[in-house]
C-alpha cells in the first residue's frame, strides 16, 4: 500500500510540474495578445479561451499534489490542542469529507464529458473548440485525485490499527510547525 502511496505522490508531482507549465503557456500567450492588441491593434482569436481550458486542466492535476504536500487549507487555530485520539478521527472525518466531495464533483464531471462525447459538444466562440479536448484532462486530474484521496486514507487507517498512528498522522495531519519551517527552508 505504502508503494502505491509513494507512486502516486511521484505521479503527483509529474502532473503538477505539466500544470505549471499550462500556465506559464497561458500566461505567455495572454501577455503575446497584449502586445499584439497594444502593438498592432489586432487580437490573437482564443487567446482567453485557451487559458481557461488551460488552468481548469492545470487545477485538477495539481489537486492531488496538494493532498499529498498537505497543502489543502484547513482552519486548524484549536486543532494542536486537542488529545491525539480526537485529532486523529478529525483528520480521517476531514480527509473523507474532502475525498467524497471529490467524488461527488468527479461523479458529475463524468456525466458531462459523457454528454460532451455524446453530442459532440464545442464551445460557443468562434474557435468551436470541441469541448472534450479539455474535459478530458479536466476529469482524469479529478479522478486521479479521488483515487489518491482513497489511497491515502486506507493506507493511513492501515497504518493507525497496526499501532503506527504516528505514520497515519504524518500523511493526512495538519502540518506541524517544524515542518513547516523545513518546507520553507527547502
Known amino acids: 500500500m505504502l508503494r502505491l502511496i509513494d507512486a ?3 505521479l503527483s508531482r509529474w502532473l503538477v510540474w505539466l500544470g505549471g ?38 487545477t485538477s492535476l ?12 484547513r482552519v ?18 476531514g480527509l473523507a469529507l474532502l475525498v467524497g466531495f471529490a467524488g461527488i464533483v468527479t461523479w458529475m464531471a463524468w456525466g458531462l464529458v459523457a454528454d460532451t462525447l455524446e453530442h459532440g459538444s464545442r464551445s460557443i466562440t468562434p474557435m468551436r473548440t470541441p469541448l472534450a479536448i479539455p474535459q478530458i ?7 486521479f485525485f479521488v483515487l489518491c484521496g482513497v489511497l491515502l486514507f486506507v493506507g493511513s487507517l492501515f497504518a493507525t490499527l497496526t499501532g503506527n498512528a504516528a505514520e497515519g498522522e504524518r500523511r493526512i495531519g495538519v502540518k506541524t510547525l517544524e ?7 527547502a
Open 76 to 93: 486548524d487555530a484549536l486543532f494542536l490542542i486537542l488529545p491525539r485520539p480526537l485529532r486523529i478521527f478529525l483528520n480521517f472525518f
Open 21 to 58: 507549465a499550462l500556465i506559464l503557456g497561458s500566461a505567455v500567450l495572454v501577455t503575446i495578445e497584449v502586445f499584439v492588441r497594444k502593438l498592432f491593434n489586432m487580437s490573437i482569436a482564443g487567446a482567453d479561451e485557451i487559458s481557461g481550458y488551460a488552468f481548469g486542466v492545470a
Open 179 to 185: 515542518e513547516q519551517i523545513h518546507d520553507e527552508i
Open 62 to 73: 495539481g489537486l492531488a499534489f496538494a493532498l499529498f504536500e498537505r497543502a489543502h487549507i
Open 137 to 143: 484532462p479536466w476529469l482524469a486530474g479529478w479522478m
Open 8 to 10: 502516486g505522490h511521484r
